[in-house]
């Protein structure tokens, strides 16, 4: 692959569909030390996602069956909104575990929506299904080619915007976007990846030698609960051993860390976009004196849309 040239050019591809997201200078959050925070959270439908969504449904050709994609929440959201910016019928499994926040931003997105029992492989096994079924194209949530140079144009975009930093900390589901990024930044730059202890399937290939299965629960499950990494992401971190290292983080770090993001800058973000920030406000990683560190929020689609009416019983 030719990682840095396709994310150059998938950058060019996206960039009339995807926000340019902001990214923040500041201090706080009990740190001696400041971080620079790059707000994607802020993306279309909330999350990264859309990146890898539009670049897979830009750079290929659609068949008439149309799309198909399984997801936790906020990949099955970018393919509906991307596939209705440009016209296309898409189909989307997620597990109830999803919540109903995300379901509801899936439909109204346009989506034909199946919610199926379980987790996230649950979703996938019908999707492929699905696809094998009607030769619909699936839109791979994180090990797909295409899914990974569509998230690594976040990084380039951040490169662009001056991030002067020596290490990226980044949440770690299935392991598409860490895989933009190791395959943006080749061994130029130290990349933690930090996942809930609770779903750790990075963390447990790097242990095993290979990909395992894991099991998924938690905080942060219906976003980061993958049950295996991907393959792509597991190659391009064993090919970068020397700068990619891995961390953990309990559901409770990983709550007061939201807790904070809240508090102290009112960003609000799901537990997922706050896990990267965990690492640090916890002490899972610690920089190194004068190390310049920088975070990226993930997501933002909590559970219960604080801005819902309340139903009121007639």
């Given at each position: 692959?030719?990682?840095t040239?396709?994310?150059?050019a998938?950058d ?5 569909y995807?926000?340019?997201?902001p990214?923040l200078?500041?201090?706080?959050f009990?740190?001696?030390y400041p971080i620079?925070l790059k ?5 279309h ?8 969504a ?7 050709s659609?068949p008439?069956a149309?799309l198909?994609?399984?997801?936790g929440g906020n ?9 209705k910016?440009?016209g296309?019928r ?5 597990p109830e575990?999803a ?8 439909r ?5 929506l199946?919610?199926?029992?379980g987790?996230?492989a649950?979703a996938l096994?019908?999707a492929q299904?699905?696809?094998?079924q009607t030769g619909?194209m699936?839109?791979h949530a994180?090990?797909?080619a295409?899914?990974v140079i ?10 662009a915007q001056?991030?002067?930093a020596d290490?990226l900390?980044i949440a770690?589901?299935?392991g598409?976007?860490?895989a ?6 080749g061994?130029?730059?130290?990349i933690?990846?930090?996942?809930p ?5 990075l963390?447990?290939a ?12 938690g905080v942060a499950a219906n976003a980061l609960g993958a049950?295996?990494i991907?393959?792509i ?9 020397d700068t990619?290292t ?5 559901d409770?770090a990983i709550?007061?860390?939201q807790n904070?993001?809240?508090?102290e800058r009112r960003?609000l973000?799901?537990?997922a ?9 916890s002490?899972a990683y ?9 975070v990226?929020?993930?997501?933002g689609?909590i559970a219960h ?8 019983p007639?």
């Amino acid at each position: 692959m030719h990682w840095t040239q396709d994310i150059r050019a998938a950058d060019t591809r996206i960039r009339p569909y995807i926000q340019r997201t902001p990214i923040l200078e500041t201090t706080g959050f009990g740190l001696d030390y400041p971080i620079s925070l790059k707000l994607e959270h802020m993306q279309h439908t909330g999350s990264f996602k859309a990146r890898g969504a539009f670049n897979t449904l830009l750079g290929g050709s659609v068949p008439d069956a149309g799309l198909v994609a399984a997801s936790g929440g906020n990949h099955g959201a970018a393919v509906a909104y991307a596939a209705k910016r440009l016209g296309m019928r898409a189909r989307v499994y997620v597990p109830e575990m999803a919540g109903p926040a995300k379901i509801a931003l899936i439909r109204a997105c346009g989506a034909d929506l199946k919610v199926v029992p379980g987790a996230y492989a649950n979703a996938l096994e019908q999707a492929q299904a699905y696809e094998q079924q009607t030769g619909a194209m699936q839109v791979h949530a994180y090990d797909a080619a295409a899914t990974v140079i569509g998230q690594g144009t976040c990084f380039a975009e951040w490169d662009a915007q001056g991030l002067e930093a020596d290490t990226l900390l980044i949440a770690v589901g299935g392991g598409g976007l860490i895989a933009g990024a190791m395959a943006w930044y080749g061994n130029s730059k130290k990349i933690v990846a930090v996942e809930p202890e609770t779903s750790s399937a990075l963390n447990a290939a790097l242990a095993a030698g290979a990909p395992v299965d894991v099991e998924v629960s938690g905080v942060a499950a219906n976003a980061l609960g993958a049950r295996r990494i991907g393959s792509i992401c597991y190659g391009l971190a064993q090919d970068q051993s020397d700068t990619v290292t891995s961390r953990t983080v309990s559901d409770e770090a990983i709550t007061d860390a939201q807790n904070k993001l809240w508090q102290e800058r009112r960003l609000l973000v799901e537990p997922a976009g706050a896990t990267a920030l965990a690492a640090l406000t916890s002490g899972a990683y610690q920089p190194a004196p004068d190390e310049r560190v920088a975070v990226l929020l993930c997501g933002g689609n909590i559970a219960h849309d604080p801005l819902e009416a309340p139903h009121v019983p007639s």
